[in-house]
Structure formats: C-alpha cells, structure tokens
C-alpha cells in the first residue's frame, strides 16, 4: 500500500473523506511525472481568445484551495518567457490573432500549445461566425487538446498526465 493509499485509508476512517478521491491520487501521480520530465514545477500562460468564460472558471477552479492544482506542481504564470507551455482557451477572434502569435513568439523553446475546451479546438458554437479566425490549430500548432464544454480540473490533470507519459 502506498503512501497515499495510506493517508485516504486514515481519512476514509475519521470521516474526513467519505470515498476515495480520484482527483488526489491522478495530482499525485501528475506530480510524479513533472518531477521526473523538468525537476521543477510545469508553467503555464494562459491566453482567452474569445471564450464565454467558462473554460477560465474550470482552470480557476482547479487553483482554487479544494482542487491546488499547485501543489502537483502546475503553476500558471503572467509571462510567457517563464512558460514551458500556452494554454489557450476559447475560439480565436480575429481581433487576438495578432496577440496570441506574439505571446507564442514570446515563450521559450520548446513551445508547447495546449488547447482547451471544444471552442478551441474548431470555433464550436463560433465556428463560421465572421469574427472567428477558427480553432487555435489555425494559427498554432497546437501540441495537446483538452476536450470539453467546460473540461473540469480532474479532465485537466487526466490531460496532463497522458501527455506527459
């Protein structure tokens, strides 16, 4: 039995918790994987091109005390030159085309683009609107897609995980 296994065990018995937390156990195993691919923490600029918002409330949520996405060591950062990774979410208006190439010219090498939610990945409830540039692969390459209208946190870590393996 793991460590982990261990501390749900003594909380399952207090009461603390009343069944397992998947969330818990796919964060520590997210851990485990940043440690081994940067030795550090994995940051993220997170860029909206036009989203109604939601996508932004799942990834508040998951920094928010019951989720701590923090502590698996995902951190979100306001620089794009201090990311390992763009997290873009919401169809790409015409009008943040410009400032999406330029924060993607802005990061490090190796780039990598996430994208987030079913708007990103083709315009969804956008698509073909006059405003609309399209997904973000029309104007990155995008390098993991989360799906979802929203994706909660525990899709977010699950996509993490099976990108980082």
Wanted: glycine share 8%.
């Amino acid at each position: 039995m793991s460590v982990f296994d261990k501390v749900i065990a003594a909380r399952l018995a207090r009461g603390i918790v009343t069944q397992p937390i998947e969330y818990e156990k796919r964060g520590a195993e997210l851990k485990d994987l940043i440690a081994a691919k940067f030795s550090r923490s994995f940051f993220i600029r997170e860029v909206d091109t036009g989203s109604c918002g939601a996508c932004e409330s799942e990834i508040i949520a998951a920094t928010n005390p019951l989720y701590d996405l923090q502590r698996y060591g995902v951190s979100f950062v306001a620089s794009p030159r201090h990311a390992d990774a763009l997290l873009v979410t919401g169809p790409v208006s015409k009008n943040m085309v410009l400032a999406l190439k330029k924060t993607y010219d802005a990061m490090p090498e190796p780039k990598l683009v996430i994208s987030a939610g079913d708007c990103a990945l083709n315009g969804g409830v956008f698509k073909g609107s006059y405003y609309i540039a399209g997904g973000v692969n029309a104007v990155l390459p995008v390098t993991l897609h989360i799906p979802g209208c929203p994706p909660t946190p525990l899709t977010l870590v699950k996509a993490l995980i099976s990108f980082l393996r």
